[in-house]
């Protein structure tokens, strides 16, 4: 219990700090900046772009609690399939209070999209959180997160194949960086431990290949419906694609501990729907694509918080991995824009 308590207060304080921050940038100035030294309006878009890059820069690192909450659920026996069902319930029934509440509008979907929505629930929603979970579960929380943000690279792949975009030799550097970077994070050097985690390993690039299907589903959508509609039906279907998990699991739920209770609802609130909200409506206030580079913060602080709090250790390779994969990921993210990093 102490040890779930110093996680939760840990990234608490850290969220603190960063929102104490962010709220005080929008009742000063710097001091370094005269007033009469640039346009009132350049100044002012300046602060605005400020806000969005720390509200990005907080959701990252609410993200990259995600495995390490994960984690210590797991100490409790639950299985991947019966938190994420639990976190998507939650999620669902939060969101569904709260659309009620403010504006019913958001309920409606067109017929034409039933199917697409039920095969974004279906498989881009519950199957990819599931196969995520299983890859922190059977890995560690930092490798995960790096299997799971080569999603950029089975992007632009998908759009070479399917919609014919042409393929750079920045864009296949980027590839090839990316994909050497996870060799190094996944220890391919390193036969027995390989071999120790290839299902692993296996589950963390098939939830980055969902996801792909979660983002090309998403920027179909993106323009018909709010983001909080998409998320909305994303969880409910998704829950109830995981019914038949939390009906065989229901004694065994029902005598969950209050910590690990208190994990599930922290999953739910913080790294999923908060963190999520937080990144839209960051998105108001800075471009997609720079926004998309500064959320490479998210697989770092996983890397970080599970050094720190689960004691993961990283090896010489893995940290160049995690450095070189990242640097991939960015350069992608530089000429593209992966804006919807979705609800986990």
Do not use: C
């Not at 929380?141 to 950029?152: D, E, H």
């Not at 792949?157 to 980027?174: G, H, N, Q, R």
């Not at 694609?241 to 609802?265: A, C, D, G, R, Y």
């Amino acid at each position: 219990m102490e040890r779930i308590w110093g996680v939760l207060w840990g990234g608490f304080s850290v969220v603190l700090a960063l929102v104490r921050d962010f709220l005080y940038s929008l009742v000063s100035l710097p001091k370094r900046v005269r007033m009469d030294s640039m346009p009132m309006g350049l100044l002012l878009k300046s602060l605005t772009e400020a806000r969005g890059y720390i509200l990005i820069a907080v959701a990252s690192i609410l993200w990259g609690t995600m495995g390490i909450l994960a984690k210590l659920s797991f100490e409790f026996g639950v299985l991947p399939e019966t938190l994420i069902a639990l976190r998507l319930v939650i999620g669902f029934a939060t969101l569904f209070m709260f659309i009620t509440f403010f504006d019913r509008a958001l309920l409606r979907i067109r017929k034409a999209d039933v199917i697409v929505f039920l095969v974004l629930g279906v498989f881009a929603t519950a199957f990819q959180r599931v196969s995520y979970f299983y890859a922190v579960d059977l890995t560690t929380a930092s490798m995960a997160a790096i299997l799971f943000y080569t999603y950029p690279v089975f992007v632009t792949l998908s759009a070479a194949f399917f919609l014919k975009e042409k393929i750079t030799w920045e864009v296949l550097l980027a590839i090839a960086l990316t994909f050497l970077g996870t060799a190094f994070v996944v220890r391919v050097y390193d036969i027995f431990s390989l071999t120790v985690n290839l299902v692993g390993i296996i589950f963390g690039f098939f939830s980055s290949l969902l996801f792909v299907l979660y983002f090309m589903i998403i920027k179909r959508l993106r323009n018909r419906y709010a983001s909080l509609t998409l998320t909305l039906y994303a969880d409910g279907i998704g829950a109830l694609t995981l019914v038949p998990v939390i009906s065989n699991s229901v004694p065994k739920i029902m005598e969950f501990p209050h910590q690990l209770w208190l994990l599930i609802f922290t999953i739910a609130w913080v790294p999923s729907l908060l963190a999520y909200l937080l990144y839209s409506y960051a998105l108001k206030y800075v471009k997609a694509s720079k926004g998309s580079i500064i959320s490479v913060i998210e697989p770092l602080s996983a890397a970080l918080f599970s050094t720190v709090f689960l004691g993961e250790n990283l090896e010489a390779l893995q940290i160049a991995g995690i450095a070189l994969a990242l640097l991939g990921v960015a350069i992608l993210f530089r000429g593209r824009y992966y804006y919807n990093k979705g609800n986990f």
